[in-house]
Each structure stands twice: as structure tokens, then as C-alpha cells.
């Protein structure tokens, strides 16, 4: 499962829940989720002009 994030400066793909539960935990806002990561970096793509 791949979780895409966003904060003021950056977005990310975290590809593990420990990494999205620590980002949700500084601060991060939690955009989408894909299974595929082609998918997910298209939902990056969409973050990134949001």
C-alpha cells in the first residue's frame, strides 16, 4: 500500500504505515492511497497541484 502526504514544504509517497503514522503524528495531512504505485504517483502528481 502506498500513502501520499503532503505538509507546507513537500509531498510523499510512504510505502509503510509506520512512516504514515509518524508524519500524521508531526504534522503531515494524509491526501490518498493507492495499492499500485504507478497510481500513487499519480495521485502525488495531483497533490503537488492542489
Known amino acids: 500500500m502506498y500513502f501520499v502526504m503532503y ?3 513537500e ?3 510512504c510505502d509503510n504505515i509506520d512512516d504514515l ?3 500524521l503524528v508531526n504534522g503531515w495531512k494524509f491526501y490518498g ?3 499500485s504505485e504507478k497510481l500513487a504517483l499519480s495521485l502525488l502528481h495531483e497533490c503537488k497541484n492542489y
Open 7 to 9: 505538509n507546507q514544504q
Open 11 to 13: 509531498e510523499v509517497i
Open 33 to 35: 492511497f493507492s495499492e
Open 21 to 23: 503514522t509518524n508524519n
